[in-house]
């Protein structure tokens, strides 16, 4: 099994995971998706991908070229617009606003789970179905996804000056109190669609 991330951080943690799970099949490559080669394979799974690049159709095409007749690609992505928390909070509001349009400000969608279908049939996959999954928890991982990815995008809302410092701290650290109270609900949505490379049609020879 070989995994990919163009970034060194995520590779490491993974890495680290890994050995705590005691993973031997396991394969980490830094590469990009878009532009460098792989070999084939049965089975490909992006996630969280696409909803960064500037051209996801460029990388379905991409990711097509090395998955063998047969094989199956599954993706699984955002719609922000489905993201939610009960009761409303503002601090929830506003990272959901800052997420959003630095995505979009960098070239990609965070919307773009609806999308999904169509960009696998566009890029040549058949059978193609989809999922919405909407998780909601009291307590748990799922909860803490909001703080903990606000401080991850810190860096580029500060630089595609969409908040400061100073608004940033405060939005964790309203998130972290929010996320660990035991009446409070957070539900991503999360849109997985997956098909199938068609296999190449036996013709009898005339």
Request: a negative charge; proline letters at 3%.
């Given at each position: 099994m070989v995994a990919t991330d163009i970034d060194q951080i995520k590779l490491n943690l993974a890495s680290r995971e890994a050995e705590q799970l005691h993973l031997t099949n396991l394969e980490l490559r830094l590469v990009d998706v878009v532009n460098d080669g792989f070999e084939k394979f049965d089975f490909g799974y992006a996630r969280f991908v696409l909803s960064h690049l500037r051209d996801p159709e460029k990388a379905l095409e991409k990711i097509r070229q090395v998955i063998r007749p047969g094989g199956v690609l599954a993706v699984q992505d955002t719609d922000f617009r489905g993201h939610f928390c009960h009761p409303e909070f503002?601090?929830?509001?506003?990272?959901v606003e800052l997420y959003t349009k630095?995505?979009?400000?960098?070239?990609?969608?965070?919307?773009?789970?609806?999308?999904l279908p169509g960009l696998l049939v566009q890029a040549g996959f058949e059978a193609v179905q989809m999922n919405i999954v909407q998780v909601a928890e009291l307590s748990g991982e799922s909860k803490l996804m909001a703080p903990?990815?606000?401080?991850?995008?810190?860096?580029?809302?500060?630089?595609?000056?969409?908040?400061?410092?100073?608004?940033?701290?405060?939005?964790?650290?309203?998130?972290?109190?929010?996320?660990?109270?035991?009446?409070?609900?957070?539900g991503p949505r999360v849109m997985q669609t997956w098909g199938h490379r068609r296999q190449p049609v036996c013709q009898k020879a005339r």
């Open positions: 503002g601090a929830f509001s506003r990272y630095t995505v979009q400000r960098r070239g990609g969608d965070s919307n773009i789970g609806p999308r903990i990815t606000m401080e991850n995008i810190a860096g580029s809302v500060l630089a595609e000056g969409l908040a400061s410092n100073a608004e940033i701290d405060r939005i964790i650290h309203a998130l972290y109190e929010f996320a660990c109270r035991p009446d409070t609900v957070i």
